[in-house]
């Protein structure tokens, strides 16, 4: 039984059963009812329980970003758009509408995974009230999104607190910009997603024209300020789709966006003529079924 996981939505089956691996070994974790902590007897990393929200992360900071959106949760427009990056809240509907055409409509009861889950409102916006597991690097995001219903824990995303091929989908928006090891993570999203199964993610389009004429001009004029002007790792779609095949992945689509206009382009391969005007991208890919 999953200790505590649940916010204010009722937990069904399939939440109810998940099965836990610890995130060094991969050896079985149960979490039970009532516990405070669970760890793993193959080699003894321990799971802990704080305000509610079990880390399966070590006792100390591992990098920048949680320390940054750490701060962003604990301040006034940690629960916004803002909170998880957006500079406007037209972003973020924007990349809603793109995962929302790629995603279409999903049978009631498929498992849902989100990476990098923030404060929620992206889960929200996308799902409404579809129960969904999420894990952040942050804790505090993890309070702000098991507020909303959002079943959660706090975990890296190169190292994913579950046992293999639960989820029927597993998504990551506008994460994959914080992880340098993008083998890692799309291995994780692999091993955890049923064949099957979807991953989809999105992230910052390199290769944009647009968005590398503001960043310069941004720091010419302010100089980086913070963790998500100084840290993202741009990346394009060639080279992730290069990534997912490694893992056996199937690509299947990508939906291009163009802030600051409302324009989606979506397409079966990533030959895109107008790509350096698009500012971010989203690529699904399937897991092949055995």
């Known amino acids: 039984m999953i200790a505590g996981t649940a916010g204010s939505l009722a937990s069904p089956d399939w939440i109810r059963h998940l099965r836990y691996a610890c995130p060094r070994c991969r050896g079985p974790v149960e979490l039970l009812e009532g516990t405070e902590a669970a760890h793993c007897r193959s080699c003894g990393f321990r799971a802990s329980r704080a305000e509610g929200v079990t880390c399966f ?32 809240p037209i972003q973020h509907r924007y990349i809603v509408e793109g995962f929302r055409t790629i995603c279409g409509e999903r049978p009631v009861g498929v498992a849902i995974l989100d990476v990098g889950c923030g404060n929620g409102l992206f889960w929200r916006a996308l799902f409404g009230d579809r129960p969904a597991v999420g894990v952040d690097f942050s804790r505090r995001m993890c309070i702000l999104a098991q507020a909303k219903g959002m079943h959660v824990c706090q975990a890296d995303a190169t190292a994913l607190p579950f046992a293999e091929a639960q989820f029927d989908l597993v998504y990551s928006a506008e994460m994959v910009q914080c992880i340098a090891d993008l083998q890692a993570f799309m291995g994780e999203l692999t091993r955890v997603c049923r064949p099957g199964g979807r991953i989809i993610i999105s992230t910052l389009n390199r290769s944009s024209l647009v968005r590398g004429t503001l960043l310069s001009a941004w720091r010419l004029f302010h100089g980086p300020i913070t963790a998500a002007d100084k840290l993202p790792v741009r990346r394009t779609a060639t ?52």
């Not at 990098?63 to 758009?81: H, L, P, R, S, V």
């Open 57 to 88: 992360l070590p006792a100390t900071p591992v990098n920048e970003w949680q320390e940054f959106y750490e701060t962003k949760a604990e301040g006034e427009k940690g629960d916004t758009t803002r909170g998880i990056g957006y500079k406007l």
């Open 239 to 290: 080279e992730i789709v290069a990534f997912a095949h490694s893992m056996s992945l199937v690509f299947t689509r990508i939906c291009w966006t163009h802030f600051p206009f409302p324009w989606h382009h979506c397409a079966e391969t990533t030959r895109y003529a107008l790509h350096p005007f698009a500012s971010n991208m989203i690529l699904e890919f399937a897991k092949p079924s055995r």
